[in-house]
């Protein structure tokens, strides 16, 4: 019997918050506030998934079974996110409290971060009279987080099983009811890291020049990382 599944799944997540936070002059016995000031923040987050594949089932000569599973997978995170803090209003009404109508200290930040991940993979499983099993594994894995020439990375896997219970000298001893030997290798990759680590950074500060006066300029904070590549381990069991 030959079965033929095609799946196609796209999820997506999105968060945003907005926060007025607002503290009038106040004064009393025990605390003070001179001072009218707002803090205005902005979060907007979307996140969103896509995962194709196709899984083919078939038989050969009555005991050889076969499974391939072809598929890919993409992802991204993008977040948006600032604030704004303004002091010193002539009116306290939470109507008039906006940046715009401070006469006092003003600041604000802001930042657009994210990632993106793509993968390609492929698998084969087989199954021989349910005697001899295997099991291959190739996925090809490029992240956004990691240096120009190294954001993709292959990770391959194999699984071999050889149930010996299903032998007929093992059977004839009546001992054991389910005794396998098992072999195992895979390549397993990590990408737990901030994003924008392989880019250089710039900051801006006020410098001295000719002397004492200052002037506002920017330098290099942090030199980027062109070689920084997927962290990869490898593992091998056997059983």
Avoid: C
């Amino acid at each position: 019997m030959k079965v033929l599944v095609i799946r196609s799944n796209f999820g997506i997540d999105h968060y945003s918050s907005f926060i007025n936070a607002m503290t009038k002059t106040f004064h009393s016995d025990i605390v003070n506030n001179d001072i009218a000031k707002t803090t205005l923040s902005h979060n907007n987050e979307t996140n969103w998934t896509w995962s194709n594949t196709a899984n083919y089932n078939f038989r050969l000569a009555d005991k050889h079974d076969f499974t391939v599973l072809l598929g890919t997978e993409m992802s991204k995170q993008s977040v948006i996110d600032f604030s704004a803090y303004s002091e010193e209003y002539t009116l306290e009404d939470k109507d008039y409290m906006w940046p715009n109508a401070a006469t006092g200290t003003m600041r604000n930040s802001g930042a657009k971060v994210g990632y993106r991940l793509a993968s390609f993979f492929g698998k084969v499983n087989y199954n021989w009279d349910d005697l001899l099993l295997a099991s291959f594994t190739i996925r090809h894995d490029g992240s956004s987080r990691f240096g120009a020439g190294n954001k993709w990375a292959g990770f391959p896997s194999v699984g071999l099983a050889w149930r010996i219970n299903e032998e007929s000298f093992v059977k004839d001893l009546g001992v054991f009811y389910n005794l396998k030997l098992r072999f195992g290798y895979g390549r397993s990759g990590n990408t737990a890291i901030p994003s924008y680590r392989s880019l250089s950074t710039i900051a801006s500060s006020f410098y001295p020049m000719y002397g004492s006066d200052l002037s506002y300029g920017a330098s290099i904070d942090r030199p980027a990382n062109p070689s920084l590549r997927w962290e990869t381990t490898d593992m091998v069991n056997l059983g």
